[in-house]
């Protein structure tokens, strides 16, 4: 199947970042980079870009190119903003389609959606309908998803992150695999570990109940997990096996 991938906007698209000057271009490009290559996996997958590094590509070329390729699905990635450009409490993800709710572009947004939620603990903002560009002029099923705010001081940290862009691409590859039952390659790594995952070993027979909360093949991804979570007060600590 072909899946387009949509980061929003471009480098220099005016407005478009936040308080403290994150082009929010440079979180979308990285998570759709992220995203094709984890669907290099997949049997029978192609992914093409809408979006340029070189050049801001308007709304129309990248739904033209869309319906030109014929593309099955199109994903719009993008991070949030809330009010005139200065910080606020809003925050968590949400996920977008058509007023229609085309039926297979709203199951995907639930299955994107959910998987983020459960991936980032963000805020869960639900599963929404707009009329975007996007979503309108696309001929095929199209989604659109909001992975955190730029202007949320907290949010802004993890839209900054590697690990954070990585563990959205996850989600979102995980939810179109589901939702398309595509089929990894044999000879694909296994796929990434999202929670709630087992726990990584049996404890005392009397039960003790670990939960694990990521797994990479950086040790630098760990750590920063781990320190996102020590922050956020868990006890953690890093398993390596
Ligand atoms: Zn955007």
Redesign the pocket.
Known sequence: MKIMLDA??GYNTPG?RSPDGMR?YEF?RAVANYAKQLLADYKNVTVYFSHSDQRDVSLKARTDKANSLNVDIFVSI??NAFGGGGWSNVGGIETFVYPTRPPVAYQLAQKIQRTLVISTGLDNRGVKTADFHVLRETKMDAVLVECGFMTNRNEIKLLRSETYRRTIAEGIVKALAEQFKLQRKANAAPAPTLPPAKSPAPAKKDGLYKVQAGAFDNEQNAKELAERLRKAGFDVYIDKE
């Open positions: 929003g906007h478009k929010e979308n993008h991070a």
